[in-house]
């Protein structure tokens, strides 16, 4: 499952396949990026982040992808599982005198049905 | 190690009260940053303290203030509250709050009645 070209509020998939979560950031000059998961009653939890001067990074079973040209974000997550389902929200940062301060995207509520 | 401990995890406070918030942030963390998160604005950066210091400030009205201590411990203040700042407050803490891995508190539910 994926939600493309707009932010899509909601993406169901199913157990097993994977996900792909997209986000439109805001700044150009933004160096550093973050993907979030924050489950009901829950801070946000870190997943994985990227820098500027890279185009990919995998961790265990996430990938994020970053289009600097476009200014694109995406998070995949392989074998999606009922516990992958939550809210998951991109955050950029960018310039040294913005120290400390994430931009967050709207949030995609992921839903896994099994 | 230990997470990011903000206390309370519930509040409940009348209009005109005032309330402080604490957060404890990862051991070695020196930055210190707090969000407001409600369902209408998403997550609204508020304030970032390292070293004692606000280094960042979001646009929030004066009513809203924080303070960091010597171990890096910090606290938000808000006064004469309103309805409208029924929120769940955030803290997230890293290494220096540039390009390194920030990480949240389970949050404050604060509660305006």
Not at chain 1, 23 to 35: K, R
Not at chain 2, 70 to 98: H, I, K, P, Q
Request: hydrophobic share 30%.
């Amino acid at each position: 499952g994926e939600n493309v070209g707009l932010h899509l509020p909601t993406l169901s998939v199913q157990e097993g396949d994977n996900s792909i979560i997209n986000c439109a950031y805001s700044n150009s000059a933004s160096d550093y990026f973050i993907w979030y998961k924050q489950e009901s009653g829950k801070g946000p939890q870190f997943i994985i982040d990227i820098r500027s001067n890279m185009d990919k990074r995998q961790g265990q079973r996430v990938t994020v992808l970053l289009n600097k040209t476009v200014k694109h974000l995406s998070l995949q997550i392989a074998a999606t599982q009922p516990g992958d389902s939550a809210v998951y929200f991109c955050a950029e940062l960018y310039g040294s005198g913005n120290t400390g301060k994430l931009i967050f995207g709207q949030g995609t509520t992921l839903q896994v049905k099994p | 190690k230990a997470g990011v401990t903000q206390t309370p995890r519930y509040l409940i406070k009348t209009r005109g009260q005032q309330v402080t918030l604490s957060c404890s942030p990862i051991s070695g963390h020196r930055s210190v940053s707090w969000y407001q998160q409600t369902p209408g604005q998403g997550l609204q950066f508020l304030f970032e303290y390292f070293s004692e210091t606000q280094r960042n400030k979001g646009n929030f009205p004066g009513r809203f203030s924080g303070r960091q201590f010597s171990n890096s411990r910090s606290e938000m203040n808000v006064s004469t509250l309103e309805l409208g700042d029924s929120a769940l407050y955030l803290c997230a803490s890293s290494f220096t709050g540039t390009d390194t891995e920030a990480f949240f508190g389970q949050g404050t539910r604060l509660t305006v009645v």
